[in-house]
Structures are given as C-alpha cells and as structure tokens.
C-alpha cells in the first residue's frame, strides 16, 4: 500500500512535466486511485499497473530537457531506492 500511495503522489507531482496529453491523462487518473481491495493479489495486480505507468513516466522525461521533466526524474530515482529499500530482506547472523 506504501508504495502505491508513494507511486500516486508521484505522478500527481509529475503531471506538469509530461507533455504527451494521452500519458498525462492517465497519469491523473492513475494519481487519483485508491486501493480499495487490500489482498495481497490485488496490491500486487495494482503495483504492477502503476510500475508499468512509472516506466512509461521515466521514459517521456527522459527525453525532455525542462527543469520539470529533471524535477520528475529526481524524484523517480528516489521512488526506485525507497522500493528497493522496502523490499529489502534483513536476515539475522547464522
């Protein structure tokens, strides 16, 4: 659910930056969905959606040259480390 939450606000935030109109579009609706279904399969099925969506987000700034397009990389590379942060397995000594 973090990570969703983490995800949503992102794109929210990116939208000035995007000058594809159909990839800003769905960046809005995306950025203004809920999990409504807290199964693990559905967090799961939703985190793949909104990685697929962060991707095609990375992609289109990628190429851009404003300082919005830069802010918005910024903060995908962030999101990237904090995912991996989260996932990251601590095992004690053997």
Do not use: C, Q, Y
Request: charged share 35%.
């Amino acid at each position: 659910m973090e990570e969703n939450r983490a995800l949503r606000r992102l794109f929210a935030d990116a939208v000035p930056a995007v000058e594809d109109a159909e990839l800003r579009g769905r960046l809005e609706v995306a950025a203004t969905g809920a999990d409504g279904d807290l199964k693990v399969s559905a967090l799961e099925a939703s985190n793949a959606a909104l990685r697929g969506l962060l991707i095609e987000l990375h992609a289109h700034v990628e190429e851009l040259e404003s300082p919005a397009a830069r802010r918005a990389e910024d903060a995908i590379w962030r999101e990237l480390a904090a995912s991996t942060e989260r996932r990251r397995l601590v095992i004690g000594p053997f």
